[in-house]
């Protein structure tokens, strides 16, 4: 992997995570540290079975 392709996976691994992070704070009723981590957490693993699959499809 070069630099420009580690460049783009981040990037679009970073789009990913905030676009299920926003939704996952929109989805919950409660906002404490708690649900904060736990969403950032799901919204990580989530993210990089997007980018994962993304990849698997492609070719790339």
Do not use: K, Y
């Not at 992070?21 to 990089?48: K, N």
Request: proline share 0%; no cysteine; glycine share 4%.
């Amino acid at each position: 992997m070069d630099r420009r392709t580690a460049l783009v996976t981040t990037v679009e691994f970073l789009a990913w995570w905030a676009a299920l992070a926003v939704l996952w704070l929109v989805l919950i009723s409660a906002v404490d540290t708690l649900e904060l981590a736990v969403g950032a957490g799901v919204a990580a693993v989530a993210a990089l079975a997007a980018v994962a699959a993304r990849r698997a499809v492609t070719g790339r």
